[in-house]
């Protein structure tokens, strides 16, 4: 099997299954009880909490354990808008888990360019015209889909011109194993990320939130968290998202290198061999700084993804078309279209990401299989590629 969908999720590293164990097997008292099995839990949250905050360049303090991305993301909108009142602003990029809050709280939406970067006049514009005081500006460190890094200077301080006192919120979500999460977010307020990402089990994420900074909860119960996520701790999940954590952290220049070298390979050996095949946010011929080590996103003219996944699959290659926690459904991507490309050449689209476990055999595999099934697709539907690649 050839897993290319680390975007949607990764196996769970061996250290952090490791660590996980005691903690569903003897460790596995209540962190919140009074006893010594408690106790020991509590500690082992410490720990992780501290593991957690040093990654990401806050204050153990700071850091809330959430059920994962989502309700990191949807804590970081509600929970301000809750608190302050006034209006959300996202980009049009960011995934569903901040999107749907924030228009479902009356939000502003701001646009990208070609890129996928935010623009920032129009940005400044949204935030000076938005008829209420903004408290909340929501922007992606890195694209599920795409894979393009977002600087959030500029971002940062556009806000403080613009919307003074405003909280400035990133999902990191996609963004931990091939960013320095600490430096790259050091200028936002309030930070997501979730463990299945990197290598950490499923239903564990962090808000981490700036000291100062008050949240209305989501859920009301027995003080967890300082309040601020309420509920019992998912104590194994933690403990083991900071094992992942910590191994992302201590080989991530390392990893950035050996991924962005296969991604390199697989990308030009896919634009070098399909005719007709566009690169996301990325110009002929140009670097891939702008975009994380591990995704490939490709968009073919003449092809529907829904068909072209099918027939990887029965080459063994998992892989998405745009970010596949949105319930499977092939809908048009938002990113793309925010980006500007046409709904068309947007349901032609694939995203290949890799991971730590990521071979040049699971390279090479793509390498063979995708050229095949684009052609077999274009044959089927009769669309010509006579007249070469482009874009
Ligand atoms: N934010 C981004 C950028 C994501 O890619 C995802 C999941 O794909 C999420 C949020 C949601 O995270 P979770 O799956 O932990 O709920």
Redesign the pocket.
Known sequence: MHYLDH???TPVRPAAVEAMLPMLTTEFGNPSGAHRLARSANRALDEARETMAGVLGVHPGEIVFT???????NLAVNGIIGARGGRAVCSAV?????LEPVEHLGGLVAPVDGRGLVDLDALAELLEGSGEPVTLVSV?L???ETGVIQPLEPIRAVVDEHAAGAVLHT?????LCWVDVAAAAACADMI?V????FGGP????VLAVRDGITLAPMQRGGGQEKGRRNGTQNAPGIVAMAAAASDVVAGRAAEIERVGGLRNRLADGLLAAIPKTHESAVPVGAERSNKTANICHLAFEGVESEALLFLLEKDDIMASAA????SGAQDPSHVLAAMGVGRQLAAGSLRLSLGHTSTVADVDAALAAVPTAVERLRDHSGYATNEGRHG
């Open positions: 975007a949607a999720g059920s994962g991305g989502t309700e990191a993301d960011e995934h569903h888990a901040v992606m890195a694209n599920n999902d990191a979500v996609q963004a997501s979730s463990a299945h990402k499923k239903g564990t994420g970010s596949s926690c949105s």
